[in-house]
């Protein structure tokens, strides 16, 4: 499909998404990671502000573990990846959540987030930078918003809100709470396989524009997934 055809399928969708949902704001711009076109019920700058939001909800419900040794590491080490992210209109955040089970999650605006059990499992560098990378894919690819957007009847009549999602199970949606609600409940849904797999080519193509073996990401998923099955086995600690 070319460019043309593309914004003229978007500019038709704006009309009719515009008449489903009044009084939301909707537009049309083009995705930095697939370079196509998409219809999109928030700003950048609203973006951020449910980032934002959904943050302070993330520090009060689970508590960060920043005062670690670690924190200053994770940092340095999500700014580098960060500089090659192909979305560059975005200030990234890296935190460490005080959580035993080993996760990763993003939210929109650029916040980025790991647990400290996931911290213990990783071995090397390349393994944590392809994980970080994964989320910096999921921010750069918009893939929160685009959640948002296709729920966007729902998203007229209870408010926009963001989602998360993380690498190993529910826990972190469960602990923000709202997964009651309608609204929330759709939005919290699950990453779809094709946002996954665009997250996963994104991290692996800035991890080793960073320096680091992509390669390091399905050594880490599959430690992780050993991990899990002890976990659900009974034989984990967590």
Sequence with gaps: MNNLRRRNLCTAGLLIMSGLIMG???????????????????????EQELGAE???KVEEGMGFADDSGFAPF??????????????????????????????????????IYVSRGLQALTNTEGELAGVVGHEIG???????????SKQAPLAALFGLVSGITGLVSQTVGDLIGGIG????????????????????EVGQQI??????????????????????????????PW
């Design 54 to 56: 959904e943050g302070k």
């Design 181 to 200: 609600d309608l609204a929330q409940s759709a939005i919290f849904s699950p990453y779809s396989r094709s946002q996954e797999t665009e997250a996963d």
């Design 74 to 111: 994770l940092d340095q080490l999500g700014q580098r990846l960060a500089e090659h992210s192909p979305r560059k209109n975005v200030g990234f955040q890296f935190h460490i959540v005080d959580m035993a089970e080993p996760n990763a999650f993003a939210l929109p605006g650029g916040y």
């Design 207 to 236: 991890a080793a524009a960073a320096g680091w073996d992509p390669l390091e990401l399905s050594t880490f998923l599959a430690n992780l997934e050993r991990e899990v099955t002890l976990h659900e086995k009974g034989s984990s």
């Design 24 to 46: 939301v704001e909707v537009g049309c711009a083009v995705n930095p990671v697939s370079g196509r076109p998409e219809i999109t019920l928030i700003s950048a700058k609203q």
């Design 138 to 148: 999921h921010v750069a690819g918009k893939h929160a918003v685009q959640r948002i």
